[in-house]
């Protein structure tokens, strides 16, 4: 499963780019804003320091709209991925620039019906908000299930980005269902490998060689 972070903050994916995990970026209006920097401008610094797709969103919201925001967001970098969201004028636009061979995230998915739709424009990827369901007594997980099943009964290429991710389970279950890529805030990130038994592990064993009176490097 590839790993996205879910920010616009460039210190948090310049330090989490370090370790070798990081394997797209997704941003959105919201995170650009807290970002408090130019849209453009913060979309090609993440798409210098990553490789991987970076999702930047248009904030139009008629198709062509989106298709003028869309051809300025595409040409920034190769490896930009524009986010549309789920509406009839998104689809449009997705099934517009995926026919120019450009890649596409769907964003604000949440049903299997939107997902369906998603596929059927061409989607590059589909981004149901798992959290979002959770945060309203749903079970976000199962729509990643409906999503899965649908995408493989038709070998859909669009890939499943779960999103809306709020804590390592959501990770570990999009995982064990077979989800493309989680786009993980940068905390989180950080809490995936935290185990109270490793620290603890970890200070006995180093009580231990102390009391060696050994080193390794002479
Ligand atoms: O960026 C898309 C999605 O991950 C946003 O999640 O935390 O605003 O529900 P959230």
């Known amino acids: 499963m590839k790993f996205f972070v879910d920010t616009a903050d460039i210190d948090e994916i310049r330090d989490l780019a370090t370790t070798g995990l990081l394997d797209g970026v997704t941003t959105n209006p919201s995170l650009i804003a807290k970002s408090g920097r130019d849209f453009l401008d913060v979309i090609a610094e993440i798409c210098d320091i990553v490789d991987g797709p970076v999702s930047g969103e248009v904030t139009a919201l008629d198709y062509e709209g989106m298709i003028k ?8 970098a190769d490896n930009v991925a524009l ?15 995926a026919d ?8 604000l998915c949440f049903s299997a019906a939107q997902a369906l739709l ?24 199962s729509l990643i299930e409906d999503i899965r099943t649908i995408y493989d009964n038709y ?30 805030p940068p905390k989180v990130i950080r809490q995936l490998s935290k ?5 603890n592990g ?5 009580d231990d ?4 009176g050994q080193t390794i490097l002479k």
């Open 118 to 141: 998603a596929a059927k424009a061409g989607a590059s990827f589909i981004s149901p908000f798992v959290g979002r369901h959770d945060d309203i007594g749903q079970d976000g997980m």
């Open 155 to 184: 070998d859909f290429k669009t890939e499943i980005l779960v999103a809306s991710v709020r804590h390592p389970i959501h990770v570990t279950d999009a995982a064990r269902i077979g989800a493309d890529v989680c786009t993980i």
């Open 69 to 76: 925001e869309g051809e300025v967001v595409l040409a920034i």
């Open 202 to 206: 970890l200070a006995a064993f180093m």
């Open 100 to 107: 120019k061979g450009r890649m596409v995230n769907v964003t």
């Open 83 to 97: 986010k549309v969201p789920l509406t009839v004028d998104g689809l449009k636009a997705c099934k517009y620039f």
């Open 195 to 199: 185990h109270p038994l490793t620290d």
């Open 209 to 212: 060689w102390a009391k060696t």
